[in-house]
């Protein structure tokens, strides 16, 4: 094999600046949506449901409002969302209705290039999701330290573990039925027992058990730790590397996935 | 006249594709020269697009050996793919994209500095006339324009080798014959082409040589003239007779040609002479219902070498 010997990096921004060109004609609606999405959640959440529970908050901890809580848990959920979104349909076009993949792999890139390319302009895109997010956390004055800005790679990393996993899923599917199934069963449970809504002592013992061993209960204790300024050093390490090997992971079954697809 | 195998733009050797248990091409020996305009001739599922797709380096060989531009596919398949322009089978125009970004972009991809890339999708989008639709988008655009876009978007690199898959399958008459006036050119200004067709007429109007295909193998080779020579007549009588009269034929048509072939819905007569064939047809009063005289083409010799018809 000399795969190996092929660039990998100079080939995949073809492939980001590809999206660019398509994503230049949309952007302002995407920033707007991305206002849209944190701004309604924690009006309607936070202020909403936080009045209702009102001083009961000793769960969040000390000086921790729920909307405190909440903010940095749905940036983080956020992250998976638009990983999701972005690694289902979108990719599945580029293989099957659209061709995109077959036209590039006609070319000099590789399907080692589509995936570097593709993921990269994934992190970019959650960078930006995600900066917007800090920002009106910041307006809602739930941010506390400069610190919140490490959120923002937590932000990357966690999304790019879903949207490489999810790539991966997608390259073995050969119509978007799978994807609902997706949604319905993977997404959703996450999206709502991984410690986005209330923390996880609230579960019983088995349930928090299965919440632990998931990606997104990770990223949640990182962003709301970095944003509030109260992150566990003794915990950090291993939510850190938890998510970094999801990622990894992805990433080999996303590179071995697209060839399998691809190339036959 | 075959050239030095050195000089040989592709050359397969015993080139065999498996896809598990299923053979789609099988042992095929070919060589491509430069310059010429080399078809696949066959019917959907012959081993053509699977041939095509080992030479494009977008499937790997299973067995033998395929030679592309000098370079191994297996191991150079990147330096290949920099020298090759690919015309698939289905649209893979981008979608999102407009015309002329759809070139631009192609170019990045083959690493053409921006200003080359620009001053190429001028011409190129001229060559195949849709220079005035340049900033619309690709959607709206005809079979035939999307085709001719994609022929455009495959010379962007200046390839030394143009494969094209089914060119014409699915466009109407007068977008087939833009689009082979286009091809000519390119021929005419010295490009080596590869054309798969199941279109007898689409081999014999650009091929200068060509393989038919038949069940994952080569069951002929040679220009259109030496096919249609070598395993056919010079003309063809086809005979359409009333239902009730084909039955009792037997025996009738002895003598009047070469060969006969039973189709479905007709007979083929070959001979050098169809119409004496036909004036012998009136005076044995064999009842026939319409009757036609033609050249050969390579749906005959398709025909004679498969048993079967080209286009069913």
């Keep these: 094999m000399t795969a190996g010997a092929d660039p990998i990096f100079a080939p995949a921004t073809r492939v980001f600046w590809r999206n660019w ?55 983080a959920a956020m992250a998976m969302q638009t990983a999701t979104f972005e690694s289902t349909y979108p990719i599945m076009n580029k293989i099957q209705w659209g061709r995109n993949y077959e036209a590039m792999l006609s070319t000099p890139l590789a399907t080692r290039n589509i995936v570097a390319g593709e993921l990269g302009w994934i992190g970019f895109r959650l960078l930006a999701v995600g900066a917007i997010f800090l ?113 990894a992971i992805g990433i080999w079954l996303a590179d071995r996935g697209l060839a399998r697809r691809m190339v036959a | 006249m075959p050239d030095a195998p050195s000089e040989a733009l592709v050359r397969a050797r015993s080139l065999t594709k498996r896809f598990d248990a299923f053979t789609a091409v099988d042992a095929v020996d070919f060589e491509v020269h430069p310059a010429e305009a080399f078809g696949f001739l066959g019917p959907n599922g012959a081993g053509k697009t699977s041939t095509m797709r080992m030479i494009a380096c977008s499937s790997p060989v299973t067995e033998g050996q395929l030679s592309v531009i000098g370079m191994d596919p297996r191991t150079q398949a990147r ?4 020298r090759l322009g690919v015309v698939p089978q289905a649209d893979n125009l981008d979608q999102e994209l407009t015309v002329r970004e759809n070139l631009e972009m192609y170019a990045r991809y083959f690493d053409i500095p921006r200003h080359v890339a620009r001053a190429r999708a001028d011409e190129l989008l001229e060559f195949v006339q849709l220079a005035e639709r340049a900033n619309d988008q690709v959607q709206p655009l005809s079979g035939g324009m999307k085709r001719r876009l994609t022929i455009a978007r495959a010379l962007i690199n200046e390839p030394e080798l143009i494969i094209l898959d089914e060119p014409t399958t699915g466009l109407d008459p007068q977008a087939r014959h833009l689009l082979w006036e286009r091809l000519y050119q390119l021929k005419r200004r010295g490009a080596t082409l590869i054309i798969t067709t199941h279109y007898m007429d689409e081999a014999e109007q650009l091929c200068d040589r060509l393989v038919v295909m038949d069940k994952a193998r080569i069951v002929a080779e040679g220009s259109p003239r030496q096919l249609i020579d070598e395993y056919s ?58 009757a036609l005289v033609r050249r050969s083409s390579l749906e005959d010799v398709f025909l004679r070498l498969t048993g079967r018809s080209l286009v069913e």
């Excluded at chain 1, 206002?35 to 309607?44: C, S």
């Excluded at chain 1, 209702?52 to 908050?57: A, E, H, V």
């Excluded at chain 2, 239902?243 to 070959?270: F, I, M, N, T």
């Design chain 1, 21 to 75: 060109l398509v994503y230049r004609r949309i952007w302002y609606r995407s920033l707007f949506f991305g206002f849209l999405q944190p701004f309604l959640f924690l009006t309607a959440m936070g202020l909403g449901i936080g009045s209702l529970i009102g001083r009961n908050t000793q769960a969040f901890g000390a000086g921790v409002t729920f909307t405190d809580f909440l903010g940095p848990g749905l940036m």
């Design chain 1, 135 to 247: 920002t009106v956390l910041t307006i809602f004055g739930i941010t506390r330290t400069p610190w919140a800005l490490l959120a923002l790679p937590v932000v990357v990393v966690t999304g790019l573990g879903f949207s490489s996993n999810l790539m991966a899923f997608t390259t073995t599917q050969q119509t978007d039925i799978g994807f609902s199934w997706i949604f319905r069963f993977v997404i959703n449970p996450l999206f709502l027992f991984s410690g986005t809504f209330f923390p996880l002592s609230q579960l019983p013992g088995p349930l928090q058990a299965v919440a632990w061993a998931t990606p997104l209960f990770h990223a949640a204790e990182l962003t709301r730790g970095l944003v509030l300024g109260r992150l566990d050093l003794a915990t950090a390490p291993f939510h850190v590397a938890y998510l970094l090997a999801f990622l």
């Design chain 2, 79 to 82: 330096e290949i793919k920099a």
């Design chain 2, 233 to 290: 007549t010079r003309e063809v009588l086809e005979l359409r007779l009333p239902d009730d009269a084909r039955s009792g034929l037997d025996g009738q048509l002895d003598g009047l040609a070469d060969r006969v072939e039973h189709l479905p819905d007709r007979l083929l007569l070959y001979t050098d002479d169809g119409e004496r064939a036909l004036d012998e047809i009136h005076r044995r009063q064999i009842a026939v219902e319409s």
